[in-house]
């Protein structure tokens, strides 16, 4: 690599960075203020939630890196004019090619980056956010359980603990089981623990008191007792997580375009179609939107202001592009049928550019002096 593709590729590349980073860390930032409610309202514990945030980043990263790259080449290359750098790299006869390679490189980088993270890092990460979710929200010991708060774990099953220890003994429980309207049941105990099974959940108590009223005798029967369990309902914790339908986000390419597997497959086989392509064809922007960049930027006649037209024109084209590829996203989720169309605007817009980047409109000849 020669000093001068050096000088403008790192230039590029910790501006990309840069970007990156500021872009991730305010989509993260906000997609992270819908996780406050495991917080808020289920008791998720704090490492938790910054685990739980954390496996959202490579969702979105793909999207940003192409965004990062469009804006590093229009960051580096307007301040090279404004400097007056592009000057003397084309006085000293550098050309369209020459000036672009260091650009090149790093578009070349961002799209491996980007079937990276498209490929792998996507589903893998989006895979253990649902694991997770799903777990969390099937797990009474650790979110539906809180402590101070009358916990509503199913229709007509409400249970009460005063304290909970960190060694998950609860302490001053309470239930109250209506499942059956002819025998509503309350149950009180000084203290007792969450205790997971095969056939499910159940909390078991000790020193406590049952009390059943009879509607129809109007009598209230109480029963004291030393150890008692109440089955809560099929949940699961750890390893029993029961079977739940992937998503087209959480699938790797093989589970994507690979023979339907149930009936959920066969049903949203045009949205497993349409994340296969979406995989494929994302990176790709990354092209296209550096080369719009360089279009904008070096390409016509050099002009020393920095070119705001153009910069304004760019970002517009970008904001076009991305504004398509959504609508096409929408329309191949659908149906098969144009799922081709995906693959149009990255390289229409891409040899659009180049064209503009490469094209050198001739100068009018002065008129001949009048003798």
């Known amino acids: 690599m020669r000093s001068l593709d050096r000088y403008i590729f790192s230039q590029l590349g ?13 989509i993260w930032l906000t997609q992270s203020l819908r996780l406050f409610d495991y917080i808020v309202n289920r008791g998720l514990p704090a490492d938790k939630f910054l685990e739980f945030a954390a496996l959202l980043m490579p969702s979105f990263l793909g999207v940003v890196v192409p965004i990062a790259s469009f804006v590093a080449v229009l960051f580096v290359y307007n301040k090279m004019i404004g400097d007056r750098e592009l000057v003397v790299l084309r006085a000293a006869g550098l050309s369209q ?22 490929i792998y890092l996507q589903p893998a990460s ?30 007509g099953l409400t249970v009460y603990v005063r304290e ?53 005798k109007k009598r209230l ?12 309902g099929s949940v699961t914790n750890g390893d029993q997580i029961p079977w739940r339908w ?13 023979p339907p597997k149930s009936e959920e497959d066969v ?5 497993l179609i349409a994340e296969f392509h979406q995989r494929i064809v994302i990176p790709l922007y990354t092209i296209a939107f550096v080369s719009i960049g360089l ?34 996203q929408d329309m191949a989720q659908r149906t098969e049928a144009v799922d081709f169309l995906l693959y149009l605007p990255p390289i229409v817009v891409t040899a659009i550019s180049l064209f503009f980047l490469y094209h050198r409109p001739r100068r009018p000849r002065r008129a001949a002096a009048s003798a």
């Open 295 to 328: 279009a904008a930027m070096l390409g016509g006649e050099f002009d020393r202001r920095g070119r705001p037209r153009r910069l304004a024109v760019a970002v517009m084209a970008v904001g076009a592009l991305e504004g398509v590829q959504l609508a096409l």
């Open 246 to 258: 992937r998503e087209p986000p959480e699938r790797f390419i093989p589970e994507l375009i690979g």
């Open 164 to 216: 909970r220890l960190d060694d998950g003994e609860l302490l001053g429980i309470m239930v109250s089981d209506q499942r059956d309207p002819k025998q509503p049941v309350t149950i009180m105990a000084k203290r007792g623990a969450l205790v997971h099974t095969a056939a499910g959940s159940m909390v078991v108590m000790f020193d406590g008191n049952r009390q059943q009223f009879d509607p129809v």
């Open 126 to 155: 989006f895979r253990a956010f649902k694991d997770l979710q799903f777990e969390l929200r099937h797990d009474l010991s650790t979110v539906l359980l809180q402590d101070g708060v009358f916990n509503e774990l199913a229709d």
């Open 267 to 271: 049903r949203y086989r045009a949205e």
């Open 97 to 118: 090619g020459q000036l672009a390679r260091a650009a090149v490189m790093l578009c070349a980088l961002s799209v491996l980056a980007g079937y990276f993270m498209t």
């Open 221 to 232: 029967s109480m029963l004291k007792f030393d150890r008692y369990s109440v089955e809560l």
């Open 14 to 26: 910790w501006t990309t960075i840069a970007v990156t980073i500021a872009l991730t860390f305010a």
